[in-house]
């Protein structure tokens, strides 16, 4: 994947919605057995961005613009909807922007993640591999943990 491809706004919320956990945002349920981990919807994601941000539309619009972008069907977003999903993610928006951020917070959800699930630490060393590289390649670690298939 070209670094252009990796930059889009759609590859970084894909990225944030593959490792993000529905339950760490207040007021959102947890699965029927209770457990902490599942992604977030799109609508869960949609009532969001328009509660934020109204003026993005109706929320069945923005709803299938955000299945687009977590299905890969759309790279990007119209820009009123960056802040919010930023908000959404509890990330800053420069994440969506800039390269060198994104990577430092993805390491660090990652790094969160595999502590929620038992891990102490994490090193990744003498590696040719770029950081986010590195990074997906543990965020692939912390699906099969939970159990997920991707």
């Not at 590859?11 to 981990?37: C, F, M, S, Y």
């Not at 909807?81 to 917070?105: C, H, K, M, N, S």
Request: aromatic share 6%; net charge negative.
């Amino acid at each position: 994947m070209s670094e252009q491809e990796r930059a889009s706004i759609g590859n970084r919320v894909r990225r944030l919605w593959h490792i993000q956990q529905a339950g760490a945002a207040p007021g959102v349920a947890t699965d029927k057995e209770g457990a902490a981990w599942r992604r977030y919807t799109a609508g869960e994601i949609a009532a969001a961005l328009v509660t934020q941000n109204p003026d993005l539309g109706d929320v069945r619009e923005v709803r299938a613009m955000v299945g687009e972008l977590l299905t890969g069907q759309r790279d990007s977003a119209p820009p009123a909807a960056v802040p919010p999903l930023a908000t959404f993610f509890g990330v800053p928006p420069e994440y969506f922007t800039d390269t060198f951020t994104a990577e430092g917070i993805e390491a660090e959800l990652v790094d969160a993640a595999l502590r929620e699930l038992g891990a102490g630490s994490v090193s990744v060393c003498r590696t040719d591999r770029t950081r986010a590289a590195q990074n997906h390649a543990l965020m692939v670690v912390v699906d099969v943990l939970r159990g997920q298939d991707g």
